[in-house]
C-alpha cells in the first residue's frame, strides 16, 4: 500500500536498539541520521565526477559578477504573472547578468533568446527557461484539484507527462509544478492549484506529478525540471486571504504541511520555491530554518531553491527587512539560490559579498546547484536542444493527448446527488442547457493554464452535446444569468425560463468564473456569484428534472441546489476537451468515479472544516442528552455538505466483511485488513476504496481518523472483489510530545469504505512505541 516510504523503512530496519520498551535509533552521531536513496542515482543520470570537474573548471573562469547573473531569474516580455516587468530583459541577458527566463516559449523565441546568452555573452552559459506547466501546456488537462478528484495516480502521472513533452518541445525546461499546498480554507482561491485537504492523498499526487514531469531521465528530451510550491505552509493563509500570514505549531507543519514536499524530494524533484507567506513571524523566503535546516541539510536536497515572484523584496513590506539588500543578504543566507524577478540579487550581492555580509562560498553553492540542472538537461552539449521547431510541431495538440485529457477529465468528475438516478440522461429527452459556464471557452480551461488556447480550441459543453447529438436531441441553450460578482440585470431569465419551458430536462452549467479561482482570487463566501441561485430558484418553479453541473476551483455552498435539484455533477475546470467529457457521463458513456479531495461545507462560517479534525473534550452528539455545552453552532449543523472522499457513481457498492488478520501489529510486521466490495447496480463502475486510521490514545491528541491508503477499483455488474490493505508501523507515526517520529503504542481502530464517512470497522493493537525519526533541536 505504502509504496515510497523508503526512508523510514530505510530506519525502521537496522539501526534501532531497544530502550526501556523505545526502538531507539543508533546514537551514533558521526553518521547521518538516516541515508536517503540518492535523488540523482534514480533520475539524475549524470556521471558525479565529470559532472564537478566540467563545473568547476566553468566555475574557475567565472567572475562574482557573472556568477550572481546565474542567480537572477526574469520574466520575458510574452505574459506577466506578478506585479513587476523589466523591459531590458534581453540588453541583461547579453549582459550575462540574467541565469533563467520565465514566460517565454515556443522553440523560435527560446532558440532567439538563448542565442543572446550563447553567443554574446563572455562565457554562453545557456539559459534555463521556466513557466507555469501546470495542469497542461497547451492540451489543457482538469484543474489540479480536478486532477486529485481522480484519486487515480496514474492518470495524473499521465498527465503531467504530457504537460511535460508538450511543455519541452516548445523551449521549457522547467515547470513550476507541482503546487504541493495543503489547502483547507475554500476561501482561499489557490485551493484549485493543489491536491486539497489530505495529507496522504497530496503526498500521493506529489510524487506523481514529479515523476510525470520528470520522468525517468532528466536528460531525456521529453522532460522538465519540477519545482515543488510553494515552500511551505502557503495554504494556510489566515481568513483565506492570499499572501496573509501563517501561523501555526511546528507539529502541524510537520504532520500535515511538510509530507508532501518532504515526498518530492525523494522523488527527485529538481527545485523548490519560496512561498510568499510568513510562517510564524518569519518569511518563508528568509527561512533558514526551512530552507537550510530542513530542506537542504535534513532532507538532503541536492537541487535549488527558487523564490516566488518578488518575494524577496517582499520581506520589506513584511517588516524583515529594512531595505532590498538587507532582504538580499537574509534570503541567500537562508538558502535561496535564484531570484524570481525580484533584481535584488543582481543590485545588491557585489556589495554585500565586499561588505562580507555574504560569503561568496554561499553563492558559488547556489551558482553550482544551478549549472548543475543546465548540465543534468544536457544544455551545456546543445543549448538549443529543447528549442525544436519540428518537434513543437509534433508534439503539440496530439490527438494522444487529447484523449488523454478527455479521459483525466472524465475521472475527475464526482457525482454528488443522483436522486432517482435521473442521470445517466436518456437520449430521447430535449434539454434546456442554461447558464453562464455552458458555453463558455475560457471558463473552460480554469486558470493556470499556461500556453493552453482559451479562445478556440476548448470544447464547451454546448459544442459537447451538439458534437455527440447532431441533430438528433433539442437543445434548448440559453445563458440566462451571470456570474459576475455585481450582476444584477436579470433580463437573460424570461429566455431561460423558454427554453426550459420546452425541454424534458433543465441542464444548469453554473459556478464561479474562471478567474475567481486561483492566485489572488480569494473570497468571503462561497455562493454562486451573480444572478445564477436566482435563475435557479424561478427554473425550480417550472417543475421539470433538473441537473447541476457545477464547475468551481474550490468547495462551494452550494445547500439550496443539493435540497432543490435532482442531480449534481461537479467537473471543476475541466480542460481543452471539457464538453466532451462532461457530455460523455451525463450520458453514461462513463460511469463517473471522482471523490472529493475536499470537504463541501454548509455555510462558510464552518471553515476551516475538513474530515481529519481533533475530536474536542466535548464532541456534539446528535443523540446525546447535552446539546448545549457542546462544541457546536446554534444556528447549524457541524456536519459538511458533502464530506471528504465522498462521490456517487451510476452503479451501487455494497461493503461487508471487513476483516483484520491479526489483532497486534508488532513493530517490522504488518496486519492485513480486508474488505469485500460488492456492485450491486446496474451498471459497471469505478470505486476509490479507502483506509482510515484512528490512534485512540496519543501523547498528543490525535486525530478522528486519517486517510492512509486507497485503491481505485473496477467491478463489472454484480462482481465483488476483496480488496486488502497492509498496515504497517510507519503508517501510524506522528510527532509526538518530543517532536520524533514515533507510532505509539496501544489501540487503532480502522475503518474503511466509500468516504471519509466509512463505518465498517475493525480494532488492533501496537504492541511496543517505534521511533523512526529523531527531533532536531529546532523542532
Ligand atoms: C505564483 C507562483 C508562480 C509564479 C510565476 C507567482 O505569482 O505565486 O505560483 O509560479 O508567480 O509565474
Redesign the pocket.
Known sequence: MIKYKRSLIALSVGAALTVSGWKYLDSDSSKPEFKKESVSEKIWKDDKAVMAKFIDELMAKMTLEEKIGQLNLLTSGWDK??PTMSDDYQEQIKEGKVGAI??AFTADYTRDLQKLAVEETRLGIPLLFGY?VIHGHRTIFPISLGEAASWDLDAIQDASRIAATEAAAEGIHWT?AP?VDIARDPRWGRVS?GSGEDVFLSTEIARARVNGFQGDDLGALDTVLACA??YAAYGQAQAGRDYHTTNMSTRELWDTYLPPFEAAVEEGAASF?TS?NELNGVPATGSKYLLDDILKQRWGFEGFVVT??TAINEMVPHGFAADLKHAGELAINAGVDMD?QGSVYSDNLLELVEEEKVRISQIDNAVRRILEMKYRLGLFEDPYRYSDTDRQEREIYKHAHMEAARDVARKSFVLLKNQNSILPLSEGQSVALIGPLADSKQDMIGSWSAAGDRWEKPVTLLEGLKARFGDSVDINYAKGASYEFDATDTAGFAEAIEAAKKSDVIVMAMGEKWNMTG?AASRVDLNFPGTQSALMKELKKLGKPMVLVLMSGRPMTITWADENVDAILHTWYAGTQGGHAIADVLYGDYNPSGKLPVTFPRHVGQVPIYYNMKNTGRPFDPNGEEQKYRSRYLNESNAPLYPFGYGLSYTEFSYSDLALNSQILNPGSSVTASINVTNNGEHAGEEVVQLYIQDKVGSVTRPVRELKGFQKIHLEQGERKTVEFTISAEDLAFHDIDMNLAAEAGEFNVFIGGSSEANNTGTFQLSENVQFRRANPND
Open positions: 504573472t506578478g520565465f514566460n507555469d513550476f503546487m492549484e510550491k510553494h520555491m510568499f516566488d515572484y524570481m492566485e
